[in-house]
Nanobody, 113 residues
């Protein structure tokens, strides 16, 4: 129901844009988030956007990441710039309404030094 894409291998300082497309879900009512799981670490929230377009970012990505959504395309984006090796991990998108959560399958981002 959530399909993430856009990951890849990039050098330090590079950029990537992740996309997460929702299907069979009433996307516009969902609060959406992007999570990152680095090797050997817990999954963490890096960026979130509510159904009213309020955004929130982890301190480690502020000023470098931008989350946005296009309700007409049932898609949430994560624009990542000035990437660092510490940004490496599997990125997951999540949609939530009340206590119901929907998770995408994850897309790998690798930043080489």
């Amino acid at each position: 129901q959530l399909q993430a894409s856009g990951g890849g291998l990039v050098q330090t300082g590079g950029s990537l844009r992740l996309s997460c497309v929702a299907s069979k879900i009433f996307f516009r009512i969902l609060d959406m988030g992007w999570y990152r799981q680095a090797p050997g670490k817990q999954r963490e929230l890096v960026a979130a956007i509510t159904n009213s377009d309020n955004t929130n970012y982890a301190d480690s990505v502020k000023g470098r990441y931008t989350i946005s959504r296009d309700n007409a395309k049932n898609t949430v984006y994560l624009q990542m710039t000035n990437l660092k090796p510490d940004d490496t991990g599997v990125y997951y998108c999540k949609g939530q309404i009340a206590m119901k959560e929907y998770w995408g399958q994850g897309t790998q981002v690798t930043v080489s030094s």
